[in-house]
């Protein structure tokens, strides 16, 4: 019964920050690659990070890096993804991410909103 639940996600203005956290359970979660995407309306769903297993290794996409952090708390079960900077353009439904044996997850999503 894999799950995943985001939250974290609100009203922000421009510049401002939110922090987005993603709840996991039924997985061994430390075995496991995480990733965020995020969808805005009318648009395709969009990888935004990646953190391996570990920690380790982070990938970001070209839009965001060098404003967001994606970080995992392997004890508590959870990933992050720390917003900074945020732009208009950054308005989106934010989704976390796992395939676990084969089958992709999706929680049911966190609304970031930058506007003014």
């Known amino acids: 019964q894999v799950q995943l639940v985001e939250s974290g996600g609100g009203l922000v203005q421009p510049g401002g920050s939110l922090r987005l956290s993603c709840a996991a359970s039924?997985?061994?979660?430390?075995?496991?690659?995480m990733t965020w995407y995020r969808q805005a309306p009318g648009k395709e769903r969009e990888l935004v990070a990646t953190?391996?297993?570990?920690?380790?290794?982070?990938n970001y996409a070209d839009s965001v890096k060098g404003r967001f952090t994606i970080s995992r708390d392997n004890a508590k079960n959870t990933v992050y993804l720390q917003m900074n900077s945020l732009k208009p353009e950054d308005t989106a439904v934010y989704y976390c991410?796992?395939?676990?044996?084969?089958?992709?997850?999706w929680g049911q999503g966190t609304q970031v909103t930058v506007s003014s």
């Open positions: 953190i391996t297993s570990t920690g380790g290794t982070t």
């Open positions: 991410n796992t395939v676990h044996v084969g089958l992709s997850y």
């Open positions: 039924g997985f061994t979660f430390s075995r496991y690659f």
